[in-house]
């Protein structure tokens, strides 16, 4: 597969995830209006998507559809649009533009950003037992993906590397805590994504597990890319300040080892990320373009 | 049963749910160290664990014990007291005491306390689809519970309460306002401890229908009593502030019909959930005398 259609192949499963989204999600004149506009307006900000894409292709490498794990796609863009709210707010990074809007506590207040953020965090993680999603797979693969995203997005995961991200903001930090942080704070739900997709459509075990150990690759690839985004991307594109997590001094890899040697890193890991998904084949391809895709990326 | 045994009723079911809080959380120890000890903090500083009682005696209701529901008991926990974090926050309701001790985010920090709150709301909807405890139960019920918990805790129901507690505050409401909040803000996760408590233990539909329309009286009946406590309590016992609602105009019964109007609606919201769960029969008497014990209390 070229580059022009892996560009098409993510496109396509962009736009089914946001009509998913816009679906699914509660309605913005559902009472509290203000509370569920919020909701709407990160949501549709414009993401690129790329979770509902990797749980999306993850199906398709199982013998699954996309389309069957849309109910998926919004947890997981549910999940991640709560974690840019609540990692935007004062008390937190402190970030008044989010994909070249203002971000939901500028347009909407505190109160309602920290409310809607949590918001979306509760729909994503029971969007899955909604009686109109769950009727379409078998229980028990429900509650795997359940617990899943529920482990990925808590306190030992996502949260713990957005933890670390603020604590150790200005301190000086060795390798291990700033892979720490890569890790966890994208890498969990990047790979939550992968496993999750392939174990709703009832996908083998050791597919899975190849999936999940693919998922930890791509999640830091991710990251990388994202901090080095920061001090050498272009503002505009991306849609906010860059180098700012330089001026706050951000615990990354590019501000530990350099540009250069990020890169390195970061090259390595996208070998390794093909390396490990190679064996699965054929239908595997989309995801080895999407990892390319990740690392070079410039927004 | 009188009122001594009501106390050790359920005196009994606290210590339970006490224990099992204890066990399924994270240890401290777990990295971030700090993020940990921030959720045990705010976890064990001495609620009443009403949610976990509740749910117990309606397990018992339907033949179950309460011990077999000790998971739900700890989701109860978790996502009522990440709402209570979350509402103390300086963006919100800014509260420096709960409980009698100082809020998280005086303690630990506004950014760990937020995220402390969503670690919470994470877990407590995650914990039922752990494996140690979802092998113990139906994989269908299992699904009911974590929908009934995140309807309950999300957009329209919890969380649509407390975004209307703030924006109302210092507004002329009408009855109708304040009857949302005061039913959507408790009275959700109430009606969501008895209806999951007794699904779990794969309870009779006619009797957790019976269930959720005593727990939507009830949880009504806990709101109005905590905002009388908040007009004519002793802050001494209630470990807090009162007369802050007062100050702040929040929308409550008590301010918009007096002290003595509020209460004759509180009373007869306690004949009506008597008469409701009556026909339940004797396992329901427990029930009846906590609802009493909640209309009644001084803290």
């Given amino acids: ?8 192949y993510m496109e396509a499963r962009r736009d089914l995830a946001e009509k998913a989204l816009d679906a699914m999600l509660p309605p913005e004149d559902n009472e509290p209006a203000v509370l569920h506009q919020a909701m709407r307006y990160s949501v549709f ?15 398709e490498v199982v013998g699954g559809s996309g389309k069957q794990v849309l109910p998926l796609a919004v947890a ?12 935007d707010l004062p008390a937190m990074d402190n970030d008044d533009l989010r994909r070249g809007k203002p971000t939901v506590h500028k347009v909407f207040g ?11 965090l509760t729909y994503g993680l ?26 990925a997005a808590g306190s030992t995961r996502l949260i713990a590397g957005q933890v670390m991200d603020i604590l150790c903001e200005g301190k000086d930090v060795d390798k291990h805590m700033v ?11 990047i790979r939550a994504s992968l496993v999750c997709g392939a174990t709703l459509v009832d996908g083998e075990l050791e597919r899975i597990e190849v999936l999940g150990k693919f998922g930890d690759l791509l999640g830091m690839i991710f990251q990388i890319r994202d901090d080095l985004l920061d001090i050498e ?13 330089g001026d706050r001094g ?16 970061m090259y390595s890991l996208i070998r390794n990320a093909e390396d490990t998904i190679r064996p699965l084949g054929e239908t595997a391809n989309p995801l080895v373009q999407i990892t390319h895709y990740i690392g070079k990326r410039v927004s």
């Fill in 110 to 120: 505190e109160a309602v950003a920290i409310l809607a953020g949590d918001a979306l």
């Fill in 233 to 245: 991307g272009d503002p505009v594109k991306m849609g906010k300040a860059v180098q700012k997590d």
């Fill in 179 to 189: 892979e720490y942080i890569v890790r966890n704070k994208t890498g969990a739900l």
């Fill in 126 to 151: 029971g969007v899955l037992s909604l009686p109109e999603v769950s009727r379409t797979y078998r229980a028990e693969n429900l509650l795997a993906a359940i617990r899943e995203l529920a482990l």
């Fill in 45 to 59: 900000a414009g993401g690129k998507r790329i979770r509902p894409v990797l749980a999306m292709a993850a199906a």
């Fill in 1 to 8: 597969m070229t580059a022009p259609n892996i560009k098409e």
């Fill in 76 to 87: 997981l863009e549910c999940i991640h649009t709560y974690s840019l709210i609540h990692d």
């Fill in 250 to 265: 951000k615990a990354t890899l590019p501000r530990l080892l350099g540009a250069e040697r990020t890169e390195e890193i």
